[in-house]
């Protein structure tokens, strides 16, 4: 049988005209010289290599090479011309501008990306696989072991999620899989950090620290409570309490399913705040600031870090409960930068809409 060789048929562009980028994976020996003739058998065919990024595998290497094809090159010609030099061209698929960045830039742009926009991860990760589809599922509907000879990868991500990746093209080296892990990883650690302490810049120089509710805080909470007059008391819980029993403090600290943020100006503990998410996506929020600190903007800034802490879940929309006339709420949340919306129907219900664009940090 006759071998089809294609080093003698060059291809060459058209004046003026221009090629699309092309990604092709080659497996080979690493051995000296074999990237050699790789690259003077592409440039037989007229092909400007832009990009190589080579992958260590047992037996050999993998290389991704990306390149400017001559104009009305065939992929299966591409293919067999490096089959002839004794390699295997396991895909040709057309490349887009991340693939022309060096692996350690598109790593750290495609992490900007993910903290940047933490709902575009699925496609982030598309982006750093090459993959032809990436999907969120249950962790129970994931199959991690259905691997599909390389072709489909599972990643474990938050409440319970995975992301299913696929590509028929080639299938996944080990080098691919630890890099998206180390993006998901990256992606908890800045969305957790989100949580951390932030100290507020006020014009009269005093010291006010938001910052996560931990069960060290219960005395200081307590007396809070003990601080705040009947009125700040009922308008927070809507009933006449003067003392708050124990276990009500542990849930305040530690919400269900929720986080609280307290406002702490040296160790006395000025102002708290709760969010709790629900089960429709949104999550109920609730404010409670010292007498003698309101009007001061605390309770702005626990709502404003609230809202930075929902964004972070991916929950846009903030429902609060007020009683009837009363529009500190309402302006609370205006300053905190959120949209207050009357929920139909609930005279006594707000819906806290987030704007276009970043959330208030």
């Known amino acids: 049988m006759e071998t089809f060789r294609v080093r003698s048929a060059r291809v060459l562009p058209a004046e003026g005209e221009t090629a699309s ?44 090479i990306v390149l400017r094809p001559a104009i009305g090159l065939p992929k299966d010609v591409l293919a067999e011309a490096i089959r002839d030099e004794g390699c295997v061209c396991s895909g040709v698929v057309e490349a887009g501008v991340h693939e022309l960045r060096d692996p350690p830039t ?58 299913v990746a696929r590509r028929q093209w080639a299938p996944f080296v080990e080098l691919e899989l630890t890099r998206v892990t180390a993006l998901i990883d990256l992606l908890a650690a800045a969305r957790n950090n989100v949580a951390g302490a932030v100290v507020l810049d006020r014009a009269d120089g005093a010291a006010v620290v938001l910052r996560h509710g931990t069960p060290r805080d219960t ?65 109920e929020i609730s404010l409670l600031v010292e007498d003698s600190w309101q009007r001061e903007g605390i309770g702005a800034a626990l709502l404003s870090r609230l809202a930075v802490l929902a964004a972070a879940r991916r929950i846009t929309e903030l429902i609060a409960t007020r009683l009837p006339g009363d529009d500190a709420l309402i302006r609370t949340a205006r300053r905190a930068g959120l949209h207050p919306v009357p929920a139909p129907g609930e005279a006594e219900t707000v819906r806290l809409i987030f704007p276009d664009g970043p959330v208030p940090r």
């Open 219 to 283: 005395e200081a909470v307590a007396a809070l409570h003990q601080r705040c007059s009947r009125t700040t008391l009922f308008n927070r819980y809507h009933t006449g309490v003067r003392t708050v029993p124990r276990r009500w403090l542990h849930k305040l600290l530690l919400p269900p399913r929720g986080v609280s943020v307290l406002a702490v100006c040296g160790r006395d503990v000025i102002g708290l705040g709760q969010l709790i998410p629900q089960p429709d996506g949104t999550a």
């Open 21 to 64: 980028a092309w990604q092709l994976r080659v497996r080979m020996d690493d051995r000296p010289g074999t990237l050699a003739r790789i690259a003077i058998r592409l440039a037989d065919l007229g092909c400007n290599v832009l990009g190589l990024t080579v992958f260590p595998v047992p037996g050999g290497v993998l290389d991704d």
């Open 106 to 163: 598109a790593a750290l742009y495609a992490a900007h990306q993910a903290v940047d926009a933490p709902e575009r991860l699925m496609d982030v990760v598309r982006q750093v696989l090459t993959a032809d589809l990436v999907t969120r599922v249950p962790a129970a509907e994931a199959n991690p072991g259905r691997t599909e000879g390389g072709h489909r990868a599972v990643f474990p991500i938050e409440a319970g999620n995975a992301l």
